[in-house]
């Protein structure tokens, strides 16, 4: 499928980004069309509308799309275009990783972590976790988080 899916772009005369793999451009003069390919999900913009209309057609001829609108959620991004821009949350995601570890109803604190603060795998007993694998998924999904939540990085950074 990727290297279908890698061809058919190509053919469609859009050019694979070097310092993205999964993202195909094309230029001419000043306008512009980028195509963004994770799995089975496309982000598609661009400067000019009818330029991707017939990209849209193109893909739906060869891969059969489904047009889901402007982009709203995209890997745990929520995407919001205004006058004054665009504007990425991840607001949903933060929530279910709260869910998902049990968090949801804990009171926030001011800061959350001292410079000082050390850390072990340990239960709430003191014995070390005999599986660290559901730690080391909360964290992996901290770290993705901080993309939009900066002021988390040091945090996360002591946990990982």
């Known amino acids: 499928m990727v290297l279908k899916t890698h061809h058919c772009l190509t053919l469609s005369w859009l050019t694979q980004s070097s ?5 195909f451009v094309k230029e001419i003069s000043d306008e512009f069309t ?7 999900d496309i982000i598609l913009t661009g400067t000019s509308l009818s330029k991707i ?3 849209k057609q193109f893909l739906d001829i060869t891969f059969r799309i489904k047009d889901l609108g402007d982009l709203k959620y995209f890997l745990g991004l ?11 949350s991840q607001r949903k ?3 279910e990783i709260l869910k ?3 968090f949801l109803d804990c009171k926030p604190a001011k800061t959350p972590i001292t410079a000082k ?3 072990k795998l340990t239960s709430p007993d003191g014995n070390l976790l005999p599986d660290i694998t559901a730690y080391r998924q909360l964290v992996g999904k901290l770290i993705y988080l ?15």
Request: aromatic letters at 8%; a negative charge; one cysteine or more.
């Open 93 to 95: 995601y933060a929530l």
């Open 53 to 55: 209309t017939k990209v």
């Open 146 to 160: 901080t993309s939009t939540r900066p002021d988390l990085t040091f945090a996360v950074q002591q946990l990982s």
């Open 78 to 88: 929520e995407v919001t275009c205004t006058s004054r821009g665009i504007h990425i």
């Open 100 to 102: 998902e570890s049990g």
């Open 117 to 119: 603060s050390t850390f």
């Open 19 to 23: 310092a993205d793999h999964s993202m």
């Open 34 to 40: 980028v195509l963004l390919v994770y799995v089975d």
